[in-house]
């Protein structure tokens, strides 16, 4: 019997976060998945429901988002399925103590169901704005935010140490955390600056808000103003309406106070310039993401999930489940071609897998679920783009591959929007469906005639349906295949995985008070395995100097991590067929592109998604600034891409190394921040803990009887035989 997993990372990452108590086994989870998803269905159907869905999971042609894995059918019955949710606060007065408290228990709700959190903070007071009625005068937006920093440190962090009962997960999922501001705020430069003081803000990513009208103030070199409303000139319009929302405060005649102003260039510059020094703020281009919505009728969004490619409204919610490309893969001659005939016989199997969750999840918040119900999004994506271009022999970033992602895009489109309304015409459509205004939106008018039709007839199931997700833990259960669209980091990859606790044997450095200040942990040279400081970028990180355990570290911010290699899964496929060659022209790896091959092949993928991109731009450590700036402005002019980030070699300790390279010191390296190297689609890193006990490779079992050359496992029955 084959190992499933092939190599020990992504087994160790089964187990450390989707393995329900001690099932046995991938094809265990898979079944335990499929049943709980056709759990909606009807009686008489659900059997065969189930059946189909468990085809595609079992195999990993298509995986659920990492919530969807770890808890669809377990006994957590307050564990969501969902990936991650936009929340914000709620009218009327958004900004007293009692509203705050209340998104404050919103943000606690949403993080202790394992989902990740998304808020825009365009609401809050400005600094040094008066309070009315103390004479007290507000910290401003970006100090607020510590509140909720602290809230996702302590509400996350985790006993680290062993679980002792069965029912008892081996990790708690991180607080993912995303917070978008709009540049017209006057906290904006504040914001902009928050991450280049080490230790702050930690657990959020932030994006800045770009509209049109700011990108052409930067383009034609206009002055820019910061505004606010004048809550003390219309203190119950404020307190009645006020909501983040400039333009919606305007419609309703609210008025606005300046508060300084700049040329556009000059604050653009501010956000570039932290970009490229700290990788953050992202920027999210705020009319492009209103402007193609296909629900631009009834929601605007100022949010979005961490990892940016979900743009939600307050309740929306990340439904998440990704393909596996390099699983449609087949062998024609030296090459492998893609089946589109079997991606798109598998979609509409996705598609109805995805809106089953809506109904089988449970939610933190009972506005979350209404609007689960209201607009039964859904987010269907994939991965292993890059992956799949070396197995084909296509440079990624060539005319080829751009020609390859959109055929791939818009065969998911059409499939997935054909397969909705087909759910419509057998179940309902969605309740906020209004046939007029939808098919007036920019997505069905990229839709082949067919579908049209068939959505002029039926209706549409699902408001949304497809994102395209990092898919960091999934990707590596996948068989470590290329994160969502993103180009293969490195043939042979050193990740910096996080931990839930240290193996029994080491003892974890203790602080030293007097060296408080420098945020670093002192050597143990009193007892246990001895800790030697190493500088990464601006923060102390311990390494584990002890024979066996070098790759153990303790970080300061991502806390127990430990060094695993992985090798790619389209590489692997290539050794196997005896062509890899990895100093061909098409054996291409993430700082071998360009700029313009990362935009020319999101673009593709963009232009064909409802929902957004999650993308990582990664660019070399002498990356100038000038060309670093036209990046962001390229990906605006497209009119489609509606926000990214960038990642500059050395910019931050990294989490992934080419290891290849690395060997020498010279390797190039990738921070992997939570918007990208996420579970996904999710929000986390890698969280997976190495074990040396002797285990069944298939399910984790220790209980393996040795017969003649072959170990085999009491448990699964999984065999290795040496003959």
């Not at 910096?496 to 974890?508: M, S, V, W």
């Amino acid at each position: 019997m084959a190992d499933v997993f092939e190599q020990d990372f992504p087994r160790l990452n089964w187990r450390q976060n989707y393995q329900f108590k001690t099932e046995k086994g991938w094809p265990k989870t898979a079944h335990r998945v499929s049943t709980a998803l056709a759990e909606p269905e009807d009686e008489a159907k659900k059997e065969k429901v189930a059946s189909e869905f468990e085809r595609l999971i079992s195999k990993r042609k298509w995986l659920p988002g990492g919530r969807i894995l770890a808890n669809a059918g377990t006994t957590y019955n307050k564990a969501t399925c969902i990936n991650c949710f936009v929340s914000g606060p709620r009218t009327p007065d958004v900004d007293s103590i009692e509203e705050i408290n209340n998104e404050l228990g919103r943000c606690m709700k949403i993080l202790a169901s394992e989902g990740g959190y998304g808020i825009n903070a365009n609401w809050m007071r400005p600094r040094g704005t008066l309070i009315q009625g103390t004479g007290a005068r507000t910290p401003g937006a970006v100090e607020m935010l510590e509140l909720w920093d602290q809230t996702a440190m302590t509400l996350t962090k985790g006993p680290e140490m062993a679980a002792e009962r069965d029912e008892a997960k081996e990790k708690i999922r991180k607080g993912a955390m995303m917070v978008t501001m709009s540049l017209w705020h006057p906290d904006a430069q504040e914001f902009i600056n928050a991450k280049a003081q080490a230790g702050r803000l930690t657990n959020f990513n932030m994006s800045v808000l770009a509209s049109d009208d700011f990108m052409e103030a930067v383009k034609y070199d206009r002055a820019w103003d910061f505004v606010y409303p004048d809550y003390e000139a219309q203190p119950d319009l404020y307190e009645e309406v006020w909501d983040g929302n400039l333009d919606k405060w305007r419609e309703e005649g609210g008025r606005v106070k300046e508060h300084g102003s700049t040329r556009a260039r000059d604050l653009w510059e501010k956000v570039m310039r932290s970009t490229y020094e700290n990788n953050e703020p992202g920027v999210q281009f705020v009319d492009t993401i209103n402007g193609r919505n296909p629900l631009y009728y009834c929601e605007y969004i100022l949010g979005s999930n961490p990892c940016g490619e979900q743009m939600l409204p307050p309740g929306g919610a990340c439904n998440l489940g990704n393909f596996v490309l390099p699983r449609y893969a087949r062998q024609i001659g030296d090459r492998f071609e893609f089946d589109f005939e079997e991606f798109k016989e598998d979609i509409p199997t996705a598609v109805r897998a995805l809106d089953n969750v809506n109904d089988i999840s449970a939610f933190p918040l009972e506005k979350q679920a209404e609007e689960a119900q209201l607009k039964r999004r859904v987010g269907l994506g994939h991965m292993g783009f890059g992956s799949l271009c070396l197995m084909m022999k296509i440079p990624y970033g060539s005319a080829e591959s751009v020609l390859l992602a959109r055929k791939i895009q818009t065969t998911l489109m059409n499939e997935a929007y054909r397969a909705s309304a087909q759910l419509a015409a057998e179940k309902a459509q969605f309740p906020l469906y209004e046939a007029e205004k939808y098919l007036e939106g920019d997505m069905v008018g990229r839709l082949d005639d067919g579908v049209r039709k068939q959505i002029e007839r039926h209706g549409l199931r699902n408001s949304h349906l497809l994102s395209i997700q990092p898919t960091g833990n999934t990707s590596q259960v996948a068989g470590v295949v290329s994160g969502g669209l993103e180009p293969v980091f490195s043939f042979m990859q050193q990740r910096t995985a996080e931990q839930p606790h240290l193996p029994d044997h080491l003892q974890r450095p203790e602080r030293d008070p007097e060296r408080e200040g420098e945020r670093i942990f002192p050597a143990n040279t009193q007892k246990g395995p001895q800790w030697e400081a190493e500088k990464q970028y601006r923060e102390i990180v311990w390494r584990c100097k002890e024979s066996g355990y070098e790759g153990w570290t303790v970080h300061p911010t991502r806390g127990i991590c430990k060094d695993v290699k992985l090798e790619d899964y389209g590489v692997r496929r290539m050794k196997e067929i005896g062509q890899w060659d990895p100093d061909a022209a098409w054996a291409v790896k993430t700082l071998d592109l360009t700029v313009s091959d990362h935009i020319k092949v999101m673009e593709q993928f963009a232009a064909y998604t409802d929902s957004a991109l999650s993308k990582t731009v990664n660019v070399p450590a002498d990356y100038s600034f000038e060309e670093f700036k036209n990046l962001y402005e390229d990906a605006w002019e497209t009119g489609v891409i509606k926000g990214l980030t960038t990642y500059r070699a050395g910019t931050m300790s990294a989490v992934l190394e080419d290891a290849d390279q690395n060997s020498d010191g010279s390797g190039q390296s990738s921070e992997q921040s939570p918007r990208d190297g996420s579970d996904a689609d999710e929000g986390d890193e890698e969280d997976v803990n190495s074990e040396d006990e002797e285990t069944c490779p298939q399910c984790g079992s220790t209980e393996l009887i040795h017969e003649e050359g072959c170990e085999k496992c009491a448990d699964c029955g999984y065999e290795v035989c040496e003959l």
